[in-house]
């Protein structure tokens, strides 16, 4: 069965410092893997993808991810941590055999920026 | 680009009661889907439509919701009648593309619909 976990409930950074949020995978065949940010009372904001190729995906707001298939790894990053970074987010995957597009969420990092 | 919209935001009903949620996706996308995320969890799917037929409703609780995409572009949820444990935020997201074909193409979310039940 599909599954995804985030191993943190909440991460704690101070401003201007790297931040990670952990992710692995458990999926039959080719993943595609996803990061998805929550502010307060909004939906899902998309971040990145991994479809294929380059290990290393860039997104949005100066967030990367990097890929790592042999740990089933998903590991989201930010060099510099910003206050307004602080926010839930979310790891999610889809089965490239399923067609559906249907994405298994993992239940949520907080991340909290500190001035 | 107008995003994928939600209504209401949200909705506080007492148990038995029926309440019913509209989305109207992002122009032209093909898919939509419906997922209930329950406080402190991630998103679980609930139903998913490609045009106006249903894809994947296996994780319906179909005796007490329901769903439909008539035109296959807005869609309602529908629960009837409501339970306590159905406390939880109503997202739809939509996809340009069809099930069947690649699905590497990203989804996009609405702000959500907070349902409580009392």
């Known amino acids: 069965a599909q599954s995804v976990a985030q191993p943190e409930d909440q991460v704690n950074v101070a401003e201007g410092n790297p931040l990670t949020v952990k992710c692995t995978y458990s999926?039959?065949?080719?993943?595609?893997l996803f990061w998805y940010v929550q502010y307060p009372n909004r939906g899902l904001q998309f971040l990145l993808k991994?479809?294929?190729?380059?290990?290393l995906v860039k997104g949005s707001y100066g967030f990367e991810a990097e890929f790592n298939k042999s740990q089933t790894s998903f590991h989201l990053k930010k060099p510099s941590a910003l206050v307004s970074d602080s926010a839930l987010y979310f790891c999610a995957v889809s089965r490239t055999t399923s067609n559906t597009g249907k994405l298994i969420f993992g239940q949520g990092t907080t991340l909290q920026v500190k001035p | 680009e107008a995003g994928v919209a939600q209504s209401p935001r949200y909705k506080i009903i007492e148990k038995r009661q029926s309440v019913a949620f509209w989305c109207n996706p992002i122009?032209?996308?093909?898919?939509l889907y419906w997922y209930q995320q329950i406080l402190g969890q991630g998103p679980k799917l609930l139903i998913q439509f490609q045009n106006n037929g249903v894809v994947d409703d296996s994780q319906l609780p179909k005796d007490r919701f329901s769903a439909e995409r008539l035109k296959g572009v807005d869609s309602t949820l529908k629960i009837q009648p409501a339970k306590l444990e159905d406390s939880a935020v109503y997202l739809c997201?939509?996809?340009?593309?069809?099930?069947?074909?690649?699905?590497?193409?990203?989804?996009?979310f609405g702000p959500g619909t907070r349902l409580t039940v009392l």
């Open positions: 999926v039959s065949g080719n993943p595609y």
């Open positions: 122009s032209g996308h093909a898919t």
């Open positions: 991994y479809i294929t190729g380059d290990n």
């Open positions: 997201a939509s996809r340009a593309g069809l099930a069947g074909s690649t699905s590497t193409d990203t989804q996009y």
